[in-house]
């Protein structure tokens, strides 16, 4: 039975935060009237992607954080089309940008828990770039909460 790094199960609990650091973020500044059912969804993906962490088995992290990515993509990519085409008759390129990332940030990180789940020495370029995105999108998030 092979063991899941702990860096692995670190980025797979990255993509949970990327969707709930908004929800601490943005609740106290605009409460959640309007974005009640966008704030419905990223707990429902953040739960999601949060259950690789509970895998320490190599074969079932994996399986998990596959699941976790599909769930994501299933979930956000109507959204954000929809949400582009509101953009595109109503603007507002800032919030739309930042839902964007969201969904990159953790599809990324999840990518690079599932390639450095056979080893540290796996998947050094998808753990940077889902570092990275995970880092944009907070800082996003932080930007327009304040």
């Known amino acids: 039975m092979a063991v899941v790094p702990a860096s692995a199960r670190w980025l797979a609990g990255v993509a949970s935060?990327?969707?709930l650091a908004p929800q601490v973020l943005i609740a106290p500044t605009y409460g959640v009237g309007l974005r009640l059912f966008l704030s419905a969804v990223g707990?429902?993906?953040?739960?999601?992607?949060a259950v690789p962490v509970f895998y320490r088995r190599q074969?079932?992290?994996r399986v998990a954080c596959a699941a976790a990515g599909f769930t994501v993509a299933g979930v956000?990519?109507?959204?954000?089309?929809?949400?582009?085409?509101?953009?595109?008759?109503l603007g507002g390129w800032a919030w739309f940008l930042a839902?964007?990332?969201m969904p990159v940030a953790a599809i990324s990180a999840l990518i690079a828990a599932f390639?450095?789940?056979?080893?540290p020495e796996h998947g050094?370029?998808?753990v940077a770039l889902g570092w990275v995105a995970?880092?944009?999108?907070?800082?996003?998030?932080?930007?327009?909460?304040l």
């Open 134 to 145: 995970a880092g944009v999108s907070v800082a996003g998030w932080v930007v327009l909460a």
């Open 99 to 101: 839902f964007l990332f």
């Open 115 to 119: 390639q450095r789940a056979r080893g």
């Open 43 to 49: 707990l429902l993906t953040g739960a999601a992607c």
């Open 59 to 61: 074969d079932r992290f």
């Open 76 to 89: 956000w990519v109507p959204l954000l089309i929809l949400g582009l085409l509101a953009v595109l008759l």
């Open 124 to 126: 050094r370029a998808a």
């Open 17 to 19: 935060v990327v969707f």
